[in-house]
């Protein structure tokens, strides 16, 4: 299914993504961030259900001047403890800035979300192309899209959401800059079951695909393999 999902994710499409059933085994919608309009950001509050996130490649994110939260919030006292992600003792968590786009009003409804998500993609494009920036200039913060960078060396070094998703934009060849939203269950109060994720996605038409996919084929590609 790997073929397939880097093709919905070029054709702008929704993509299902569950990482590993030893890690956090939660399944994400999945979606370029240039792609998405207010009808994306609706489907993912409302069949999501989780929180509305953007990945960006970790070079850009540099570029762009975004500190991990938790570098950000150390000085207070605050900031995670290594060993405090019960999924992954071995990282911090991925979070960065919580942003707005400073065109939007609240910052919360679809359309002002959808504007911030754009707009963070083209940052993100332009800070990979060598173009002109001005991340700070356009996004203000706090705000209500959070902001996630990759690890450097992405699934070499981290093997998160926010990893798989930037290796399938690389593999995929675009800008990437993908926003994610995990799919929970109203009746049990956990995360949606795999199970439950699947049906979801034969049920709309949309692609499933697992960590150890993802993994697999940035092996091959990282080694020179078709």
Not at 119 to 130: D, M, P, Y
Not at 138 to 147: C, I, K, Q, S
Request: charge should be negative; aromatic fraction near 6%.
């Amino acid at each position: 299914m790997i073929d397939e999902a880097l093709a919905a994710l070029r054709d702008g499409k929704f993509i299902l993504l569950y990482d590993f059933d030893d890690r956090e085994g939660e399944t994400d919608f999945a979606i370029r961030s240039d792609a998405v309009t207010p009808k994306h950001i609706v489907q993912m509050r409302k069949d999501g259900g989780g929180l509305i996130c953007t990945a960006v490649h970790p070079i850009a994110a540099q570029r762009l001047g975004l500190p991990f939260a938790s570098d950000a919030l150390r000085a207070i006292a605050v900031a995670e403890r290594e060993g405090d992600i019960p999924y992954d003792r071995k990282n911090h968590s991925s979070f960065s800035l919580w942003v707005n786009h400073r065109n939007t009003f609240t910052g919360i409804t679809d359309r002002d979300r959808t504007l911030t998500v754009n707009a963070i993609a083209e940052q993100v494009k332009r800070a990979l192309n060598g173009g002109s920036v001005s991340f700070h200039e356009t996004f203000r913060t706090p705000g209500h899209m959070a902001l996630l960078r990759a690890a450097e060396g992405l699934l070499d070094v981290r093997k998160g959401q926010t990893e798989l998703s930037i290796a399938m934009a690389e593999m995929a060849g675009i800008t990437p800059s993908v926003t994610i939203c995990e799919m929970l269950d109203d009746e049990s109060g956990y995360a949606l079951s795999k199970a439950d994720a699947k049906l979801y996605a034969r049920k709309h038409g949309l692609v499933f695909v697992e960590g150890p996919e993802v993994m697999e084929r940035w092996e091959q590609d990282k080694n020179g393999k078709k």
